[in-house]
């Protein structure tokens, strides 16, 4: 599965396409292009969530960093919803 990472530093915007999985207590966001950033992993209960029909936004803040992590909805399944919801 895949989606889109944008990470905000003051007035700083980067965006890249990122893989993702997830484990009981955490999400995993592999960048496409690995040489460009690290993967990130971030405990499930430091991310806000927000769904729409069509796509799910996951925010969170890691260092000085705020990032936004969007998918289609489509991509959502029922273990992934129950780990965002605990």
């Not at 895949?2 to 997830?22: D, M, N, P, Y």
């Not at 890691?62 to 129950?82: G, K, P, V």
Request: aromatic content about 10%.
């Amino acid at each position: 599965m895949s989606g889109s990472l944008r990470s905000i530093e003051g007035a700083v915007q980067q965006k890249l396409t990122v893989h993702f999985s997830f484990s009981k207590r955490n999400l995993y966001l592999i960048p496409v292009q690995e040489e460009h950033q690290e993967s990130l992993i971030i405990p499930f209960d430091q991310i806000t969530v927000d769904c729409s029909d069509t796509s799910v936004q996951l925010t969170f803040i890691e260092q000085n960093s705020r990032y936004i992590f969007s998918f289609s909805a489509a991509d959502m399944n029922q273990s992934l919803w129950n780990r965002l919801n605990q």
